[in-house]
């Protein structure tokens, strides 16, 4: 069993950064890939960045890549999303994820394929 904890969502303006957090039950942490998500009202969960939760690469949607950055705290067993120039558009709840790592493939951006969820962190950005 994996639990999920998430904070670091907010209000901000467009151009704004802001950093979430996912900390992930203790002994779990080496076992797993993370993703984040995030899901507008009336839209379906999409996926933002992912992979494996103890390091190496990771990965992003096209639309984030270069604005996005997920990072790790291996003493913390804690997963950051770092958000940099925010957009309206990308308004919604953001989630945090995990799944446990069977294979090499860390790189897995299909809500359906993932195990464990975080409560969910609204972020809106305004205009």
């Known amino acids: 069993q994996v639990q999920l904890v998430e904070s670091g969502g907010g209000t901000v303006q467009a151009g704004d950064s802001l950093t979430l957090s996912c900390t992930v039950s203790?002994?779990?942490?080496?076992?797993?890939?993370m993703g984040w998500f995030r899901q507008a009202p009336g839209k379906e969960r999409e996926f933002v960045a992912g992979?494996?939760?103890?390091?190496?690469?990771?990965y992003y949607s096209d639309s984030v890549k270069g604005r996005f950055t997920m990072s790790r705290d291996t003493y913390k067993d804690t997963v950051f999303l770092q958000m940099q120039n925010l957009r309206p558009e990308e308004s919604g709840v953001y989630y945090c994820?995990?799944?446990?790592?069977?294979?090499?493939?860390?790189?897995?951006?299909?809500?359906?394929?993932?195990?464990?969820w975080g409560q969910g962190t609204q972020v809106t950005v305004s205009s």
């Open positions: 994820a995990a799944r446990w790592a069977h294979s090499s493939n860390d790189h897995v951006t299909a809500a359906s394929q993932y195990d464990y």
């Open positions: 203790a002994g779990t942490f080496s076992l797993i890939v």
């Open positions: 992979g494996r939760a103890s390091g190496g690469r990771s």
